[in-house]
């Protein structure tokens, strides 16, 4: 299996802060990276598809880069309701492996 | 618009089978391409991908779980179910379908749109 690690695992920030999450494959998987965001009592909701395709309806804020075994999560200008958690997933071969997502919380 | 829903108990007993239905609408599981995932997450803890069915009826499933997973599809009720046998209290958590996009010029593919989720929890 791929493996995928995330981290950090949490990380405190304040609202206009540059936050940067980052997630390491193993062995490469080109650009099939994804990550998603989840707030308390919700479903993961699609972010960045392809490593770095912004999806419909995502704040230009978010931003997502790397290929081959490491990926950056970029939140440009921390927002409210940037507060969740983050996850990242490899879909190169199954299965589809997640990273421990990432914690984002209020300083 | 696409949109799908899982449905299923709320609580089964350790050692019983879990049987979990996904209701979607808005493709077809019968369309080249189309995929249907399950995936779960333990009250606090990270999410974890369970098993995923093509349209083709290709199966793949978590190796850590694959002796006790089973996904199948009903493309005429444009459903999918997932059965998890001997279920354990750890098997606790909340139960997600999602579709698989594909994209056939990149060939990469990601989950979009989720389910509300279904909670389950193992107790006697």
């Known amino acids: 299996d791929i493996q995928v690690t995330q981290s950090p695992s949490s990380l405190s920030a304040s609202v206009g802060d540059r936050v940067t999450i980052t997630c390491r494959a193993s062995?490469?998987?080109?650009?099939?990276l994804n990550w998603y965001q989840q707030k308390p009592g919700e479903a993961p909701k699609l972010l960045i598809y392809?490593?770095?395709n912004l999806q419909s309806g995502v704040p230009s804020r978010f931003s997502g880069s790397g290929f081959g075994t490491d990926f950056t999560l970029t939140i440009s200008s921390l927002q409210s309701e940037d507060f969740a958690t983050y996850y990242c997933?490899?879909?190169?071969?199954?299965?589809?492996?997640f990273g421990g997502g990432t914690k984002v919380e209020i300083k | 618009q696409v949109t799908l829903r899982e449905s299923g108990p709320a609580l089964v007993k350790p050692t019983q089978t879990l049987t979990l239905t996904c209701s979607f609408s808005g493709f077809s599981l019968s369309t080249s391409g189309m995929s249907v995932n399950w995936i779960r997450q333990p009250p606090g803890k990270a999410l974890e991908w369970l098993a995923r069915?093509?349209?083709?009826?290709?199966?793949y499933y978590s190796t850590s779980l694959r002796t006790r997973l089973t996904i199948s599809k009903d493309t005429s009720k444009n459903q999918v179910v997932l059965t998890m046998t001997n279920m354990d209290p750890v098997d606790t958590a909340t139960y997600y379908c999602?579709?698989?996009?594909?994209?056939?010029?990149?060939?990469?593919?990601?989950?979009?749109?989720w389910g509300q989720g279904s909670l389950v929890t193992v107790s006697s």
């Open positions: 062995p490469s998987i080109k650009n099939y």
């Open positions: 392809a490593a770095s």
């Open positions: 069915i093509d349209w083709d009826n290709d199966k």
């Open positions: 999602a579709r698989l996009h594909y994209d056939i010029n990149s060939a990469n593919r990601w989950l979009d749109p």
């Open positions: 997933q490899q879909t190169s071969s199954a299965p589809m492996t």
